[in-house]
């Protein structure tokens, strides 16, 4: 038979050891000792996110006894209140600030509030949509490049190897339909 800690009372994480994936609980005036909290995946599929300290939790045990305990992440509080109120929608914040956000009722995955995004595949990276929008102060692309298509170019200079394609000229220019000289 298993038992549970009262929901509401103050059933809260005090400490975590990452390193053994273990944390202890205040249960009222209790606290347990070091115990294994429960987490979607561990197998050959595993997920990590391990509880954060004053989380409000639920301790399940066999029997009542604390010995055999271990946590159930999470119940929302005061100080932890939900992202969103969304019907369906997915968010995840974190302390920093990040924020990953699906809500289906736009079609819409929203990231804000990270630093930086590295995406790596081995093979291929492929995107698909009808408009393709960069909006950066830079833009680097360290390859080769190919196009397959039209290019159009404005709203700033295009330079190739230090030149400016819409502002130099060519030596050796003849009428006809004689080949001019490199550019200048």
Known sequence: MFACSPVGSDTTVTEVDRENWLCRVKVGELETNWINWLTLRA?????????????QVVVLS????????????A?????????????????????????????????????????????????????????????????????EVVINGGVTQGGGAMSSNGVVMDKHGHTG??????TSGGPV
Request: with cysteine; aromatic share 12%; glycine share 12%.
């Open 62 to 73: 066999m029997g009542g006894n604390l010995e055999t305990a271990f946590v159930l992440p």
């Open 75 to 143: 119940i929302y509080s005061n100080q932890f209140a939900p992202p969103s109120d969304s019907v369906y929608g997915c968010v995840t914040e974190y302390p920093d600030g990040g924020w990953f956000e699906y809500e289906p009722a736009t079609g819409r995955w929203h990231v804000r509030g990270i630093k930086s995004m590295v995406i790596e595949a081995a093979d291929n990276i492929t995107l698909k949509t009808g408009e393709f929008v960069v909006e950066a102060d830079t833009t680097r692309i360290n390859s």
């Open 173 to 178: 220019v003849k009428s006809g339909g004689d």
């Open 43 to 55: 197998g050959g599929a595993r997920t990590w996110w391990c509880p954060s300290s004053d989380e």
